[in-house]
C-alpha cells in the first residue's frame, strides 16, 4: 500500500545550525504535502505545506523543497532555536472523488543543544 | 477564531468498557477526521466524517465507530477496550476534508486503559 518513509528518526543540531528533514512518498498521486510540529502535550500544528505544482516554499526561517520525478520532500530549518525542539511530521495527501487521504510519516524527533 | 476542542483531555478506563470522546472542529469547518497515536504505530487515520456521514475510513476494527452531528462536531466510540486501545486520539478539522485543505489537530485524548 502506500507509505511515506521519514528520516532521520532523531535529529540533534547546535543552536543556530540548520536541520533537513527528508520524506518520500509512494502514491504518485499525491499533490499535497504538509509539515507539522508536535510539542509534548499538544496536538500536530501545520508549520508549512506545499502543492504539487509547486517546487519551494518558505516562511521565515522554515523552508519545504518538493522533487516529484524523485517524490522527495524535505524540511529545511535555518538558524535552529531551542524552541524549534519538537516532533516534526511529514504527511503526503491524495485525492480520490471527493474524499482525500493523508499519510503521515514516522516522525522527527528534533533536538537543538544550547 | 477557536481552535479544535476534544473532550475529555485525560481517560482511564479499564479492559471490556466502552468509551465516547468528543470532537468540536474549527467553526465553519465540516470535516472532521480522528486519528490514534502511539510510539509505536505513529499516526494512524481512523475515519474521517463531513455531513454526518462517514466518507472514509481506516484499517481499524468495527470496535472504533463514529458519528458527527448537524453542528459538525463529531463523537468516537470505541467498544470493548484493549490493553493495545491506550493511545493518544486526535482530531482533524478542515473546511470540506477535500482540495488539499490543510487539516488543523486538537490536543487530543489521552486514553490509559488498565
Known amino acids: 500500500g502506500e507509505n511515506v518513509e521519514q528520516h532521520p528518526s532523531t535529529l540533534s543540531v547546535q543552536e543556530g545550525d540548520s536541520a533537513v528533514i527528508k520524506c518520500t512518498y509512494s502514491?504518485?498521486?499525491?499533490?499535497?504535502f504538509p509539515w507539522y510540529k508536535q510539542e509534548l502535550g499538544k496536538g500536530p500544528q501545520l508549520i508549512i505545506d506545499?502543492?504539487?505544482?509547486?517546487g519551494e516554499k518558505k516562511d521565515q526561517r522554515i523552508a519545504v523543497t518538493l522533487n516529484k520525478t524523485a517524490k522527495h520532500f524535505s524540511l529545511h530549518i535555518t538558524e535552529t532555536q531551542p524552541e524549534d525542539s519538537a516532533v516534526y511530521f511529514c504527511?503526503?495527501?491524495?485525492?480520490?472523488?471527493?474524499?482525500?487521504?493523508?499519510?503521515f510519516g514516522s516522525g522527527t524527533r528534533l533536538s537543538i543543544r544550547p | 477564531k477557536a481552535g479544535v476542542t476534544q473532550t475529555p483531555r485525560y481517560l482511564i478506563k479499564t479492559r471490556g468498557q466502552q468509551v465516547t470522546l468528543s470532537c468540536s472542529p474549527i467553526?465553519?469547518?465540516?470535516?472532521v477526521s480522528w486519528y490514534q497515536q502511539t510510539p509505536g504505530q505513529g499516526l494512524q487515520f481512523l475515519f474521517e466524517?463531513?455531513?454526518?456521514?462517514?466518507?472514509n475510513k481506516g484499517n481499524f476494527p468495527g470496535r472504533f465507530s463514529g458519528r458527527q452531528f448537524s453542528n459538525s462536531r463529531s463523537e468516537m466510540n470505541v467498544s470493548t477496550l484493549e490493553l493495545g486501545d491506550s493511545a493518544l486520539y486526535l482530531c482533524?478539522?478542515?473546511?470540506?476534508?477535500?482540495?488539499?485543505?490543510?487539516?488543523?489537530f486538537g490536543d487530543g485524548t489521552r486514553l490509559s486503559i488498565l
Open positions: 482533524a478539522s478542515s473546511l470540506d476534508g477535500g482540495n488539499n485543505q490543510p487539516q488543523h
Open positions: 502514491d504518485s498521486a499525491s499533490n499535497y
Open positions: 506545499i502543492r504539487s505544482n509547486v
Open positions: 504527511a503526503a495527501t491524495s485525492t480520490y472523488s471527493s474524499a482525500s487521504k493523508i499519510i
Open positions: 467553526s465553519g469547518h465540516r470535516s
Open positions: 466524517y463531513f455531513s454526518e456521514t462517514q466518507r
